[in-house]
Nanobody, 123 residues
């Protein structure tokens, strides 16, 4: 059974930082594209950041470029999202996702999702 477990969310003031982690179990992680999505209250879930199987390719939605960084440690089956210079509009539930169909770029329909972790940025 594949499981994705996120951690690291919380409450932070604007301008602060948080680091999210997602541990994957139950299936080979090292040849899988991974990503982070988020869903704010009253809004649809949106893509935030993605990373290829090797970690060489990373890509971001425009609003987080230069502030967020995605990385992975295949030896630990873990993907990270370092979030700096946080803004109130970053407040959302953040979801980790695994796309076993792709190695480079995560699709809009990943195979598995984590349960989500709340990030709240106060002004």
């Amino acid at each position: 059974q594949v499981q994705l477990v996120e951690s690291g969310g919380g409450l932070v003031q604007a301008g602060g930082s948080l680091r999210l982690s997602c541990v994957v179990s139950g299936r080979t992680f090292s040849n899988t594209a991974m990503g982070w999505f988020r869903q704010a209250p009253g809004k649809e879930r949106e893509f935030v950041a993605g990373i290829s199987w090797s970690g060489v390719s990373t890509y971001y939605t425009e609003s987080v470029k230069g502030r967020f960084a995605i990385s992975r440690d295949n030896a630990k089956n873990t993907v990270y999202l370092q979030m700096n210079s946080l803004k109130p509009e970053d407040t959302a539930v953040y979801y980790c996702a695994a796309d076993f169909k792709n190695m480079i770029r995560i699709s809009d329909g990943p195979d598995y999702w984590g349960q989500g972790t709340q990030v709240t940025v106060s002004s």
